[in-house]
């Protein structure tokens, strides 16, 4: 019986069926994951074939009003719960054995172009593994490193004939190849790496970065499974484990009826990625995919092709860090050999052995137990009634007991109570509302901060109705926020608040910025992140965020903003003596990067964004119409941008929304357009393309009259003047984020009363979260359905779709 013929649509849900039960709110995307790797036990990437969720006007991923399923959505959620239901749903059939390989890189290095020169594993029985083991602890520690064979006596002389070969520069793979590509579908890949390191003049230590992926079809890329510094000295290497879950692995092989053609061929790779200014780096394997907006990065690695005469003796002379690799152990564990799993076993052998209702009582004792745990609350008899009467039907047209049971749970796992949030219950189970009530309150926490579902002690506070308790709630938040799932939380926020998203969308210009690739703009990012993070995690102020002398870089990105040198690619607190000119979110390269346009500064971006996000006081939109400024002043291209912007205002369509924009973001002129410190700007003539540069001038008034100086002036006054705007627009955005909807008029008086919990605890970040979640309105929120959600606190100046970074 085809799903599509009984199921009914999960999207009418506009008015609630009775009163005092909150309306619905779907989970995310990315909820959506985390609520299934939960409940299966596995972490895969069950959402990757998801199209991204739209993000709301103020940039928020939860916006009930966007979270609704359209039938096509349904028809992924259907396709990815039978997969789910398929992999990780036991039927009593034996769990295939683990499988375990060992490759010496010493035995596998191959040279490019050679026919049929790839080395293929196989593998050894777990006793062969530990005689393997037994005999390389005995034995000398030959290693290779990336470019080179075998070092059979460690690092070779300088003048050695082996170093100064320049026909080694080469990309470093080894094949690996499985018995069948369904024998361990669902299960772990873990990867013992064992590496040393020399490191480099500077100090600075090679970064091993580990990417695996299937390549049959030699067009697929390697997705990174991780990446650390390494500093072991080669007279005692060290290993690093990486756990991989076969799901993450993107396949290129299809099912045909030949064995071999079935078999699962895996890339291995292993790279020094550690980024040093002298190093040449190897041109990338066919295959890898480079985003279009980092196309200059394919150029840096197409010029290392005419580098690589240069040979390794060349690196090595001028003090860079090596790499170098001994061996690779791995184990394949299929699911369910972990005991960490959370298995769903089903009783195949009494339901077979039993049939007729024997049977049925299995399966509807599987589905009463999946559904509580799917749901996050108790399932009622008529939800229960209404599984077992489609388990009837599969069993009543033919279908088996293991295809019935599997359609079933397939189903659960696309029904409102699993999707929605707080979704309404049948009218005609009206005992089970208050069970259904207090839960509510334990998933809207979990969602909010873990963005995933409850654990056993929320829903147990929850069933005897002890989360109301004040004290309990605080003590709950508290314990949630330690979690590690709190990061899940933190991280989101951070990108959403901060509009993260908008940095995918600049394409920095290589010519004017050869320093610039896509691993350092993920560098930006990631030290945002880690910004917030760190002063989220660690209960500081949330001053901090504008105003610190602290800032969180690794190696690469010191380097870039001129720091003190700081070694490896971990993320690390760096004191800033000056940190007027560095400290805070307002001097990080993320932020300074989506707010230019790639090649140069953009003070509108600028000024918007602190604006909308720090101020919460977005600009008007654009008046339609208005001549470009080119066309009206012939010597526009030869300007400064400061002429520019002020040439801008001058017309007076523009003025009064430039005069409240501009300023803000005029302060920051210092920095160019990927976040690096100037004192002078390029400017390119139109005509001769001839370039030039002028000094760089940061000085401007703000509309409220403030002469500022520079960027620091600027961040002394956010702190110093208005502190109450820009931490009442944070608690306006957090809110925004809990309450799956921007807050409204009426919520104005618990907007005040939120704020004022925040001040007096000296601006806690987790003190903002527990007012937040103790308000009346968080624990009986709306999610925004049913409530007229446009009279929004700041209707009349509406954020530009011109003046947004779209």
């Not at 064992?194 to 600075?204: F, T």
């Not at 707010?595 to 604006?611: C, F, H, K, M, Q």
Request: glycine share 6%; charged share 25%; aromatic share 8%.
């Amino acid at each position: 019986m085809p799903f599509d013929s009984w199921h009914f649509s999960p999207c009418d849900l506009s008015t609630p069926l009775y009163c005092n039960v909150p309306a619905s709110k779907r989970i995310t995307v990315t909820e959506y994951q985390n609520t299934l790797q939960e409940l299966f036990g596995a972490a895969v990437p069950f959402s990757k074939n998801l199209p991204a969720a739209p993000l709301s006007e103020h940039g928020y991923s939860r916006d009930a009003a966007l979270l609704g399923v359209s039938a096509l959505e349904l028809e992924y959620f259907l396709r990815i719960a039978r997969q789910a239901v398929e992999d990780y749903v036991i039927f009593g059939a034996p769990i295939p054995e683990s499988e375990h390989y060992l490759i010496e890189f010493e035995d596998v290095v191959y040279r490019p172009g050679v026919s049929g020169g790839y080395s293929i594993a196989e593998p050894f029985t777990k006793q062969e593994l530990l005689e393997k083991r037994k005999a390389r602890e005995n034995g000398q520690v030959v290693f290779s490193d990336r470019t080179l064979f075998p070092l059979p006596d460690g690092p070779l002389d300088l003048n050695s004939e082996e170093l100064n070969r320049s026909d080694r520069q080469k990309f470093f793979q080894q094949f690996a190849k499985f018995k069948s590509r369904d024998l361990h579908k669902a299960g772990e890949l873990i990867a013992r790496v064992h590496v040393a390191a020399k490191l480099g003049d500077d100090g600075s230590a090679p970064r091993l970065q580990f990417r695996i992926g299937d390549t049959s079809g030699m067009e697929f890329g390697v997705p990174i499974a991780g990446d650390c510094d390494v500093t072991a000295p080669i007279e005692k290497p060290q290993v690093l484990t990486f756990r991989i879950p076969f799901r993450h692995i993107p396949s290129a092989t299809t099912e045909t009826d030949d064995d071999e053609a079935n078999e699962t061929k895996l890339t291995l790779s292993v790279s020094n990625v550690s980024h040093d200014p002298d190093a040449i780096y190897d041109v990338v394997p066919e295959g890898y995919n480079f985003s279009p907006k980092r196309q200059g990065l394919m150029a840096r690695y197409r010029k290392t092709l005419a580098d690589s005469i240069v040979s390794k003796a060349t690196m090595r002379k001028a003090g860079v860090n090596e790499l170098y690799l001994d061996a690779i152990e791995i184990d394949i564990i299929p699911f369910g050999l972990d005991v960490s799993a959370r298995l769903w076993r089903i009783d195949a052998q009494r339901a077979i052995l039993n049939a007729g209702a024997a049977a049925r009582t299995v399966a509807e004792e599987s589905l009463k137990a999946f559904m509580e745990r799917a749901y996050r609350r108790s399932s009622s008899p008529a939800e229960v009634d209404s599984m077992m009467s489609l388990y009837d039907r599969f069993r009543s047209e033919g279908g088996s007991f293991e295809e019935a049971i599997k359609e079933t749970f397939s189903t659960v796992l696309v029904s409102d109570p699993f999707l929605y949030v707080a979704a309404p219950i049948p009218e005609d189970d009206h005992p089970f509302i208050s069970d259904e009530e207090r839960r509510q309150l334990a998933s809207r926490l979990s969602y909010f901060l873990w963005s995933g579902p409850p654990d056993d002690t929320l829903l147990e506070l929850a069933s005897r109705n002890q989360l109301s308790d004040p004290a309990t709630l605080a003590t709950e938040v508290a314990r949630m926020l330690r979690d590690h799932r709190a990061r899940r939380f933190s991280e989101r926020f951070a990108r959403e608040w901060l509009r993260l998203d908008k940095y995918d969308l600049v394409a920095v210009n290589p010519e004017f910025y050869p320093q610039y690739d896509e691993a350092l703009g993920d560098d930006m990012v990631a030290e945002t992140v880690a910004t917030f993070q760190a002063i989220f995690h660690g209960d500081r102020d949330a001053r901090e965020l504008i105003s610190s002398d602290t800032v969180y870089v690794n190696q690469r990105l010191a380097r870039h903003y001129g720091l003190p040198p700081v070694t490896g690619g971990n993320f690390r607190a760096v004191a800033v003596p000056d940190y007027r000119t560095r400290g805070g979110l307002l001097h990080q390269g993320a932020i300074l990067t989506m707010t230019a346009d790639g090649a140069e500064s953009n003070p509108i971006y600028r000024g918007v964004w602190i604006l909308e996000r720090l101020l919460h006081d977005p600009p008007p939109p654009p008046p339609p119409a208005v001549p470009s400024l080119e066309a009206s002043s012939p010597d526009f291209g030869t300007l400064t941008l400061k002429q520019k912007i002020e040439l801008h205002r001058e017309q007076s369509a523009c003025a009064a929304c430039h005069a409240k924009i501009d300023p803000w973001g005029l302060a920051l002129e210092h920095f160019d357009a990927v976040g690096a410190w100037r004192e002078e700007a390029l400017v390119i003539s139109p005509d001769t393309a001839a370039k030039s540069f002028s000094p760089v001038d940061s000085s401007t008034v703000l509309p409220t009259g403030e002469e500022i100086g520079d960027s620091s002036d600027l961040v002394a006054y956010l702190v110093d003047e208005r502190e109450e705007q820009c931490t009442r627009a944070l608690t306006w955005h957090m809110m925004t984020d809990a309450l799956a909807r921007a807050p409204d008029l009426g919520d104005e008086a618990e907007l005040q009363a939120i704020h004022r919990h925040f001040r007096t605890s000296g601006y806690k970040l987790s003190a903002l979260v527990l007012a937040i979640v103790q308000s009346e309105v968080f624990q009986a929120s709306t999610a925004g359905t049913g409530r007229n959600t446009t009279d929004t606190l700041h209707t009349k100046n509406a954020p530009s779709q011109q003046h947004r970074l779209e």
